[in-house]
C-alpha cells in the first residue's frame, strides 16, 4: 500500500498547490497519476478548462497543508484499492468578490474529505476515481 499512499500524496499535492500563473501546467502534472479511462473522463466533463478559467479569473493561489489518512484497502489480489483522506489547504490569494462569493477567507485552513480509488497498471498505481465533499473550515468556531 505504500507506493499506492506516494501516488495520493503526489497527487493531493499537485491538486492543492495551484497558482492563477502556473494552473495549466498544475493539472497536466495531476493527470500523470490518473488512468486514462478517468483522464478521459474529467477531460469530458471541461474538468481543465473550468479550474483554469476558475484559477485565472480569481487570479488564486493554494497551498497544501496536510494529509490525514483513514483507512486504505487493497483487493486480495493487490490490483485495486481505495483510501480516505483529508487535505488540509488554504487559499494564499485570491480576489475579494471570489472570497466573499464562497465565504472564503486567505490563509485559513480548509479541509476536504477525498475518496480515492487505485488501480495498478503495468506496476504502477494509478488514480481511478474521486469523490470529493465540500470544504470545511478547519479552524475557528465551526463556521
Excluded: C
Excluded at 65 to 71: E, N, Q, R
Excluded at 97 to 118: E, G, S, V
Amino acid at each position: 500500500m505504500q507506493s499506492a499512499q506516494k501516488v495520493i500524496a503526489l497527487q493531493t499535492s499537485a491538486v492543492d498547490r495551484r497558482a492563477s500563473e502556473t494552473v495549466s501546467q498544475d493539472i497536466a502534472t495531476e493527470m500523470t497519476f490518473y488512468t486514462a479511462s478517468f483522464s478521459e473522463a474529467l477531460r469530458k466533463d471541461g474538468y481543465a478548462d473550468k479550474t483554469v478559467a476558475l484559477f485565472e479569473d480569481a487570479q488564486l493561489t493554494t497551498a497544501p497543508l496536510s494529509i490525514s489518512w483513514y483507512v486504505s484497502t487493497l483487493s486480495a489480489d493487490r490490483t485495486t484499492g481505495r483510501a480516505e483522506i483529508d487535505a488540509t489547504f488554504e487559499f494564499t490569494r485570491a480576489d475579494d468578490d471570489f472570497l466573499a462569493k464562497n465565504r472564503l477567507a486567505l490563509d485559513t485552513p480548509y479541509t476536504q474529505h477525498r475518496t480515492i480509488d487505485l488501480v495498478k497498471q503495468d506496476g504502477r498505481w494509478l488514480i481511478s476515481n474521486i469523490t470529493r465533499a465540500p470544504l470545511t473550515r478547519t479552524e475557528g468556531n465551526g463556521q
